[in-house]
């Protein structure tokens, strides 16, 4: 099989729009309908919408408490969009982050979900999150195991990462594959 990687000279929001037709491009081929977006104030996960109609759209957001106690990143009418459209979004723990953060915030150690990040960021932050937020919406029973789905996250605000990937729990998280990379950053 052969098949095409685009790789984008920066990284950030910019690519976003691209970064979808590419991912809604290969999910029609593969006849995929579930896809998995990261989105932390929901401007992602607005477009995203409007791009995937038709397939089963879930949107990951940042935990809330993620960078001010009791707060919640992801804009309300965002949020509202998304579900008029039939979205879904999930809000829970960072699957590789959660307990590690803490360990590192009071014991000023890494433990072993920072240091599986740090290395799936060797291929990209996209790459990273891609994989993470599978594994969360696998979690949440939003995804299924023994089906291909695409996923799309970006390095910062906006998306510029797109893979198609079959997701794992996360007590079962190197059974994740990344099957084809759709496009990243070249970092």
């Known amino acids: 099989m052969e098949a095409k990687t685009l790789y984008f000279e920066k990284a950030g929001i910019e690519n976003t729009e691209t970064t979808l037709k590419i991912?809604?491009?290969?999910?029609?081929?593969?006849?995929?309908?579930?896809?998995?977006?990261?989105?932390?104030v929901g401007d992602t996960a607005v477009k995203a919408m409007d791009v995937f109609k038709g397939c089963k759209v879930i949107v990951v957001t940042h935990v809330a408490g993620m960078r001010q106690p009791d707060t919640q990143e992801f804009d309300e009418e965002n949020r509202k969009i998304v579900?008029?459209?039939?979205?879904?979004?999930?809000?829970?723990?960072?699957?590789?982050?959660?307990?590690?953060?803490?360990?590192?915030?009071?014991?000023?150690?890494?433990?072993?979900?920072?240091?599986?990040?740090?290395?799936?960021?060797?291929?990209?932050?996209?790459?990273?999150?891609?994989?993470?937020?599978?594994?969360?919406?696998?979690?949440?029973?939003?995804?299924?195991?023994?089906?291909?789905?695409?996923?799309?996250?970006?390095?910062?605000?906006?998306?510029?990462?797109?893979v198609v990937l079959r997701?794992?729990?996360?007590?079962?998280?190197?059974?994740?594959k990344v099957r084809e990379i759709l496009c990243k950053p070249r970092l």
């Open 23 to 40: 991912a809604k491009k290969r999910a029609e081929e593969l006849g995929i309908k579930t896809v998995v977006i990261a989105s932390t």
């Open 167 to 176: 997701p794992a729990n996360t007590h079962d998280f190197f059974d994740l």
């Open 83 to 162: 579900e008029s459209k039939g979205g879904t979004i999930l809000t829970t723990t960072h699957a590789l982050g959660g307990l590690s953060r803490a360990m590192r915030s009071r014991y000023n150690t890494f433990v072993l979900g920072e240091v599986i990040a740090d290395a799936l960021r060797i291929f990209g932050q996209g790459i990273k999150v891609v994989c993470e937020i599978t594994a969360m919406a696998a979690d949440g029973g939003l995804v299924r195991t023994d089906e291909d789905i695409i996923a799309v996250a970006g390095s910062g605000r906006g998306a510029d990462t797109a």
